[in-house]
């Protein structure tokens, strides 16, 4: 710079001098994009990061061989990762809030499996660890299914949610071999078959949402689900006519 800066005075303009001003800018915008890319280190949002990352990209240096600066190319590697690992903290606790809101013990146990990979602090997910606890116990379980019952039957709205809440309730029941609250199912065939749920009368098979197809197939797969037919238990044996 101050070689530049003295051939600036005595106006001396040679190939030297363009090279070492290009030289000089380069060096400058490395260092800027450096400086950015270490503030990132400790950031926590992926958009954050992916601005950073950008940047760096629209200048062209993205390609190490282009770094000047020894630090650069390694340090922008390191930011990429960070973006990664928080996209993915960022996904796993989106699934954990939807696997907590209808009690989906698989999803929530799945879910620590991968924040234990990650290296996230055991007390990040505090209130969802203790939920899947609760959820080991067969009375919270009943009480948990009675309250969706109650939700199920008082409002429209919450159907998809309350229906999913029960499902999953009742697969815990059958998975610690506790007795299954067969009723529970059968309020949600109930409540699918009257299509109240949907402003039309569409088949929640047809449903666009995956969700709500898959709710309607794993009730209706079980003919003990459905609310208006005689437990199979107590048909008695009639012969056939013919």
């Known amino acids: 710079k101050d070689v530049l800066a003295r051939a600036t005075i005595f106006k001396v303009k040679t190939e030297l001098t363009q090279t070492l001003e290009s030289r000089v800018e380069a060096l400058e915008l490395q260092a800027r994009h450096l400086k950015d890319l270490r503030k990132c280190l400790n950031e926590t949002d992926a958009i954050v990061l992916g601005e950073a990352i950008s940047s760096v990209r629209k200048d062209h240096l993205d390609n190490p061989s282009r770094w000047d600066l020894p630090e650069g190319a390694k340090l922008l590697s390191k930011v990429i990762a960070r973006k990664v690992h928080c996209e993915r903290l960022e996904d796993l606790e989106i699934s954990i809030r939807r696997a907590s809101r209808v009690y989906d013990v698989p999803v929530l146990q799945n879910c620590f499996r991968e924040a234990e990979e990650l290296g996230v602090p055991p007390d990040q997910f505090k209130e969802a660890k203790q939920l899947l606890l609760s959820l080991h116990d ?57 299509g109240r749920s949907r402003t039309r009368a569409k088949s929640w098979y047809a449903a666009s949402d995956t969700d709500e197809n898959e709710v309607a197939r794993s009730i209706f797969q079980d003919l003990r689900n459905l609310k208006c037919l005689r437990d199979p238990f107590t048909w008695e044996n009639e012969p056939a006519n013919g």
């Open 138 to 194: 067969g009375d919270n379980i009943a009480r948990l299914i009675a309250d969706l019952r109650q939700q199920l039957h008082k409002s429209e709205a919450e159907d998809l949610r309350a229906s999913q809440g029960i499902k999953n309730l009742v697969d815990q029941q059958r998975h610690l071999g506790l007795m299954v609250d067969q009723q529970a199912l059968r309020d949600i065939s109930s409540v699918i078959s009257r």
